[in-house]
């Protein structure tokens, strides 16, 4: 055995590597020089028995003929992954191959929420996979709930399909089940290269409807607007691409909201747990590529619809039913007020194109809201967020012969100039 914090490259097969916090160093002929320039910086490496390994909290020697995850030795109780699917067959194996390479004693959980695809037959290829398949879209929130009660870790992973797992602190997350107050932790996610921020500042309905429509209508796509950083005393929320909680916990908070199709389920849960005083964070115990928009396939007017609804229902359920009012008031004015806009705009030299397009799909969001608000009360989605729109929208419409309102009231430009002071525009890399 020799001193902690050498290797000797002897002790390397040809090909074997060398993964540090993520690093991969592939030539045995780099190793004495990366280690000489990072030990010191990063923490000593311990030598073990076997001449290709390197046991340590943040790093593996494996050779190429195992598994990039076989030094993670947990046991087998101690996590259960839970992946949701719908029509995710093109990004589902590299999930699956990722979790099986870097958690091989994981429980994998896939829950597939009626796809029409090859997902079910990719997934049943995974001797380590459990499909649950719910034969309908149940949801993303209540897909979640379903792995959880089925799952028998005691901690849970939740990813997303196009989220790839690529490095695991394995004694970092065998140190999270001991915790006594667990909370919601966000993994590191990757995404082209950077580090995604997933605790996010949490803002109000009237600045998180300004901060969504202005993203999606009003941004160029070459701009990235970001939240600001969230400050010490800021309120925070978790985003759900992957996260981390203790199944028992979970299960005792209530789990995802399951009136909550899509969007904004992350953003509710994560009240529910600051709710009951327990922490938001984030954990390096699992490190993940993201793909993002990948999980399924999209139609974005729809989504933005549901994402929406997904707003005035969690408003409904944290600051009342007539707040819920006001936001459906105000998401159907402003929607209004981008159509009226861009087709107003739409012979005005380099953005005229642009700005019908917009005016367009702003106008199908409308519909989309229209028809959600006549489906049958009874059914288990959005039930304040389809009262709300109902009244707004009966409101509007009598109260004008008819017509709707104008979008342009002193009102709505107070709204907007309340949400802009929380935006921030970067310019994103092409």
């Avoid at 870790?153 to 997303?160: D, I, S």
């Avoid at 981390?244 to 789990?255: D, K, Q, S, T, Y």
């Avoid at 327990?278 to 396939?297: F, I, K, N, R």
């Avoid at 009342?320 to 998401?331: C, L, N, Q, Y």
Wanted: net charge positive; aromatic share 6%.
């Amino acid at each position: 055995m020799h001193p902690a914090g050498t290797v000797r490259c002897a002790d390397l097969t040809e090909g074997a590597h060398l993964r540090y916090r993520g690093e991969v160093i592939e030539s045995r002929h780099d190793l004495p020089t990366y280690l000489a320039a990072h030990l010191e910086t990063k923490g000593p490496i311990r030598l073990v028995d076997s001449p290709l390994s390197v046991d340590s909290t943040d790093s593996m020697v494996s050779s190429p003929e195992s598994p990039a995850g076989a030094g993670c030795q947990h046991d087998a109780g101690l996590l259960s992954v839970i992946i949701v699917t719908y029509n995710s067959a093109n990004v589902i194996a590299r999930a699956l191959n990722a979790v099986r390479a870097n958690l091989p004693h994981a429980e994998i959980i896939v829950v597939d929420n009626g796809s029409t695809d090859t997902t079910c037959n990719l997934v049943a290829e995974c001797p380590q996979a459990r499909l649950l398949p719910a034969h309908r879209n149940l949801g993303f929130g209540a897909g979640v709930n379903r792995g959880a009660e089925a799952a028998g870790g005691r901690l849970l992973l939740v990813m997303n399909p196009d989220a790839f797992p690529t490095s695991v602190d394995c004694a970092a997350l065998s140190a999270l089940a001991g915790r006594s107050r667990l909370g919601l932790l966000a993994c590191q996610l990757r995404e082209d290269g950077h580090t995604q921020r997933s605790v996010q500042v949490r803002w109000g309905w009237r600045r998180e409807l300004c901060w969504a429509l202005v993203r999606w209508y009003l941004v160029p796509r070459q701009l990235d607007l970001t939240r600001p950083r969230p400050h010490r005393n800021s309120k925070t929320w978790i985003a759900g691409a992957a996260f981390i909680v203790n199944r028992a916990e979970f299960l005792h908070v209530g789990g995802f909201d399951e009136r909550l199709f899509l969007y904004y389920e992350d953003f509710d849960l994560s009240r529910a747990y600051a709710a009951r005083g327990l922490p938001l964070a984030a954990t390096d115990s699992v490190t993940l590529d993201h793909v993002g928009q990948a999980s399924s396939p999209r139609d974005d007017d729809l989504f933005t619809c549901w994402a929406l609804l997904s707003l005035i229902e969690q408003t409904a359920k944290w600051d009342g039913v007539a707040m819920s009012r006001g936001a459906a008031r105000w998401t159907l004015r402003l929607l209004g007020a981008i159509e009226t806009v861009g087709n107003r705009g739409r012979r005005v030299p380099w953005i005229g194109r642009r700005a019908h397009r917009k005016a367009r799909s702003a106008a199908r969001v409308r519909g989309h809201l229209r028809r959600a608000s006549t489906n049958d009360p009874t059914a288990l989605h959005y039930p304040f967020s389809r009262a709300a729109l109902r009244s707004q929208l009966g409101s509007l419409e009598s109260g004008h012969g008819g017509r709707e309102a104008s979008p342009w009231t002193d009102a709505s430009c107070e709204l907007a100039t309340d949400c802009s002071s929380g935006c921030q525009a970067t310019t994103s890399k092409a």
